[in-house]
């Protein structure tokens, strides 16, 4: 299965994922794209009249080119914000990537990209034997890395970005969120990332407590810079 569009991973949860995600999709709608976004599993969900809700997928949904039940854009859906592979077990559910792949193939079929959204970090585990990594991997996406800048984000990005190498994926791009006002030496830890990382730099998102202030800066990150991926 072959997909055009990018896979959003982060070096940890609550890194800026989502704000990134949305940004990317109006950046690429910007350039005249037919978009739609997905978050395949999510932990940390509303029960409301139709089912469970995240509120970041349903942001999701509704920034999409057009409307796409919620099903499509989050079909592994969990109460509790733990490991989703904790979640499903709990629910005595298993999550099937299967599934994901029908899911965003139902989504795909009338745009011309897709942005899906991880959850937690790379390797974080689905079921007793696979990560979302290998969601990565079935969907074939490019990924998009968010590095939470912040005191260990150094060794958090260079492993991550070493995983999504080894595992087969190209690693596009990286953006930097400056998630921690009290981070010392912030410009220091974006430099040395830019050194290090084998990849552009799409934006450095200045800190901000109002995730749609976050969002409008993530909408500016330089989507010329992923062309050919």
């Known amino acids: 299965m072959k997909n055009h569009g990018y896979f959003v991973t982060g070096t940890d949860t609550g890194v800026g994922k989502t704000c990134v995600s949305l940004g990317l999709i109006r950046a690429l709608q910007r350039q005249g794209h037919v978009v739609v976004g997905m978050k395949p599993v999510a932990s940390g969900c509303t029960r409301t009249a139709t089912g469970l809700v995240n509120d970041d997928a349903r942001q999701l949904q509704a920034r999409a080119s057009f409307e796409m039940p919620y099903q499509f854009v989050n079909p592994y859906p969990f109460e509790p914000a733990i490991a989703p592979h904790l979640a499903a077990q709990q629910d005595g559910v298993r999550i099937e990537i299967a599934r994901i792949k029908r899911a965003c193939q139902t ?39 968010v590095v939470a800048i912040r005191l260990g984000c150094l060794n958090q990005a260079m492993l991550t970005a070493a995983a999504i190498q080894q595992s087969g994926l190209p690693l596009v791009g990286w953006v930097a969120n400056r998630i921690d006002p009290g981070c010392e030496q912030p410009d220091g830890n974006v ?39």
Do not use: C, F, H, K
């Not at 011309?112 to 991880?118: I, K, P, T």
């Not at 696979?130 to 890395?145: E, G, I, N, S």
């Not at 990382?197 to 810079?225: F, G, I, K, R, T």
């Open 107 to 145: 989504l795909t079929a009338d745009a011309d990209r897709v942005v899906v959204e991880g959850v937690g970090g790379w390797l974080v585990p689905i079921n007793e034997r696979q990560t979302m990594a290998d969601v990565a991997r079935a969907l074939d996406l490019p990924v998009v890395l």
């Open 191 to 229: 430099a040395a990332l830019v050194e290090r990382l084998p990849v552009p730099l799409l934006a450095d998102l200045a800190y901000s407590a109002d995730a749609v202030l976050l969002e409008e800066q993530a909408a500016q990150l330089n989507v010329d810079l992923l062309s050919g991926a």
